[in-house]
């Protein structure tokens, strides 16, 4: 069916659009955009007047537990959760049960998402073998069924010449390599940022360090070979100094943060909270403003939820014992939206970092509202004010360290290939 | 007589300094008690007190055992040994098996850090940490600080400097945030990599160079128990290095003040920390420690009871 999306404000960066102007759906792609579109016969209209119309949103760093870990959350309520927040699609992270390593569990999730889910998913496979850190996955295969990254997200490649030769494999097949950039060694047994707060908590530490010195490997691993990576989850000033120094040089490196990294500080650990629980840990002040710089000045490319569901036995228990990671498709909207009021970004570049940045890092031909683009699209209401409420989120769990937290601006609606699988 | 208004004492960082002198000023009636031939008071009568101890301990175990009898409550040691922990029971469930046994008081010693407040949020009986992981051990700051009054008359101005693994003691912190409260002046001392970060902003707090520096005019030197098995081998080469920048000994103990005192949470190793000589010497308050730990533990199962003294 026909669908007519009128009087709305549509940004999108990928054309450099600002505009009041409606958007003619039809077949699942974008068929007419422009000023006074008549809906044909049959056609469904929204009226998306006072709601921002941009490229569907894209979450490039998810986990949705499915398969294997379907208590925490599964490809149904993940999908429904990020069609709430926004999102058109996601990508999810290779830590399932079994891993995302070979065709049969990638396939599986692009099959059920297709036939069940609420938005379009990709899946990132591993780089190495059931996460193991030793055995390069068979990227090939992965790619050819649909895998649109590998990365062994969750934990570090700890190996230098392992990583220096998935980069290298990697490219040949031209998939893109995410890492997660944590020195293992100097995390230890730490459960919180290194700093006054760890200290006063008489919790064991995280050196900002730890992230520094693996992003920087990363980086001359990446400058050496010649070939891409994309750093996941950025969350320290020294990450951000070292990625702008390699972007600088040439090299073919790009990054995400996450909401609670410029949203956030360790201080939120306070009264042992394990909904601020995550890796990497939250930091401190001037990391906060690192990050807002690194997103300001372009260093860092892409917002992305690192959306971690865990089940509330996992949670509710001691510090030391509680899992980390929080959810974040449904907070990331109203929370990125924010630096768009602080003065942090433009509405724009906005919408660039949460769509088309994400689709154009990993090539995923979306992240554009022109005629005959794929008709992705996500309606934003910037004024509505809503409290965050465990049992109104879709998300089977409910680890958020927002709950009861006000919240200013969602999506109104979320189309995802021409169906609207989303509305207020 | 001001009054005590917490359920739970689990840190010392949460109470004022009214609280903490009525602590310490309790302890101070409660040592009558220990003096008398019969050691008993029935002031807690009626009550229950579970000593959950999910980590080792003998002395502080023992003491407050040892607290609560004298005080005529009906005392339950559990250790994780005969506990349902090794059943792979989380400490919630334990904890409301406990609960529905109707205790009064749960004593806790637990290796995470803020597990008490994990606990005080789940059940309705009043909570004492008997030490949580590298957080506080608040009767142990109790504790120093009545040894500390015993010799000087007052805290208030006292320069105490306290050496060895910082980052990982308990004790330090709760000394840290009970006597900079009363006015002590904190003098820190020990290699880098045992110092956490920030711990100058804690309160009137100094992070010195050298124990030298730490001892100079020091009316009280607190020795910490340094754990090879917890200090590993990133953060410092052994014990016979360690001893030889931060043990005490009679010659650096002569750059504190002439009457200075000695102290040491206990466990000691002989040799590393102190040398012997200094921890059989004169100036040693170890033992009275020991014994003041009796009176206060008394004083905080008393309060947190929401009793008054007769």
């Known amino acids: 069916m026909d669908l007519l999306i009128k009087n709305g404000r549509v940004i999108d960066p990928s054309q450099n659009l600002d505009d009041t102007l409606d958007i003619l759906v039809a077949n699942g792609l974008i068929k007419e955009i422009g000023k006074g579109v008549t809906a044909p016969v049959g056609a469904e209209t929204i009226d998306a007047g006072g709601s921002y119309v941009v490229p569907g949103l894209i979450d490039m760093h998810v986990h949705l537990r499915d398969p294997g870990l379907e208590y925490k959350e599964d490809i149904i309520s993940g999908t429904k959760a990020a069609a709430a927040g926004g999102f058109t699609s996601i990508c999810c992270m290779p830590n399932t049960k079994p891993v995302i390593d070979n065709k049969a569990v990638a396939s599986y999730i692009i099959n059920k998402a297709k036939a069940e889910g609420f938005c379009n998913v990709f899946p990132v496979g591993s780089i190495t073998y059931g996460l193991s850190g030793d055995r390069m996955s068979e990227m090939g295969e992965l790619k050819e069924s649909g895998c649109v990254a590998v990365s062994d997200d969750g934990k570090p490649v700890k190996n230098s010449e392992m990583m220096m030769r998935a980069l290298q494999y990697a490219a040949g097949i031209g998939i893109m390599v995410i890492s997660h950039a944590e020195e293992i060694e100097l995390v230890g047994e730490g459960v919180m940022n290194e700093g006054f707060t760890s200290t006063e908590l008489g919790l064991k530490g995280i050196p900002r360090v730890a992230e520094d010195v693996a992003t920087a490997r990363e980086t001359l691993l990446a400058e050496y070979t010649g070939t891409s990576i994309h750093i996941a989850h950025v969350s320290t000033k020294g990450a951000v100094r070292i990625i702008r120094e390699a972007k600088a040089r040439g090299v073919k490196v790009t990054c995400e943060t996450a909401p609670h990294y410029f949203t956030l500080t360790d201080d939120a650990v306070r009264g042992y909270n394990t909904n601020a629980k995550m890796n990497p840990p939250l930091r401190e002040i001037d990391d906060v403003a690192a990050i807002k710089e690194g997103l300001k000045d372009g260093t860092i490319d892409a917002i992305a939820t690192d959306h971690a569901p865990h089940h509330l036995d996992e949670k509710d228990v001691e510090f030391n014992v509680a899992m980390n990671g929080i959810i974040g498709l449904e907070t990331s909207l109203p929370l990125s939206l924010k630096l768009v009021e602080e003065g942090v970004l433009t509405l724009n570049q906005l919408i660039d970092k949460m769509s088309c940045k994400p689709s154009e890092i990993l090539g995923l031909n979306r992240g554009s509202l022109e005629i005959g683009a794929i008709a992705d699209i996500t309606l934003i209401d910037p004024n509505i004010g809503w409290i965050v409420e465990a049992d109104a989120l879709c998300s089977k769990s409910k680890n958020s360290p927002w709950l009861g937290t006000q919240m200013k601006g969602g999506a109104a609606a979320t189309i995802v290939d021409g169906k609207l699988m989303y509305k207020r | ?310």
């Open chain 2, 1 to 310: 007589m001001a009054e005590f208004k917490h359920k739970h004492i689990i840190a010392l960082r949460d109470l004022s300094k009214e609280d903490i002198e009525l602590l310490i000023s309790t302890a101070e009636n409660m040592r009558d008690i220990n003096c008398r031939d019969i050691k008993k008071v029935p002031t807690l009568r009626g009550k229950t007190v579970i000593n959950l101890f999910y980590e080792a301990s003998t002395r502080t175990r023992t003491s407050f055992e040892i607290a609560g009898k004298r005080l005529s409550a009906d005392t339950v040691n559990i250790t994780t040994a005969s506990s349902s922990a090794t059943k792979g029971e989380t400490l919630a469930d334990t904890a409301l098996n406990l609960l529905a046994m109707k205790p009064d008081i749960i004593v806790m010693r637990h290796a995470v850090s803020g597990a008490h407040y994990f606990l005080a949020n789940k059940i309705n009986c009043s909570i004492i940490n008997a030490g949580d992981g590298a957080h506080e051990h608040p009767s142990q700051g109790l504790l120093d600080m009545l040894t500390m009054k015993d010799r000087f008359g007052r805290l208030d101005g006292l320069k105490v400097a306290i050496v060895g693994d910082i980052t990982h003691s308990r004790v330090a912190r709760s000394n840290i945030q009970g006597l900079t409260k009363l006015g002590s002046k904190v003098y820190l001392a020990g290699p880098p990599t045992m110092m956490p970060p920030g711990v100058e902003k804690l309160g009137d707090v100094t992070v010195c160079g050298t124990m030298n520096e730490a001892l100079q005019d020091a009316d009280v030197v607190m020795m910490l128990r340094i754990q090879q098995e917890r200090q590993g081998k990133t953060l410092m080469p052994n014990a016979r290095e360690y001893s030889r920048y931060f043990g005490l000994n009679p010659t650096n103990i002569k750059l504190a003040k002439p009457n200075a005192i000695v102290m040491h949470p206990g466990p000691i190793n002989r040799g590393v920390e102190m040398s012997s000589s200094m921890v059989d010497g004169d100036q040693s308050c170890i033992l009275k420690q020991v014994e003041n730990g009796v009176a206060v533990r008394m004083a905080m199962l008393y309060h947190v009871c929401g009793g008054e003294l007769e």
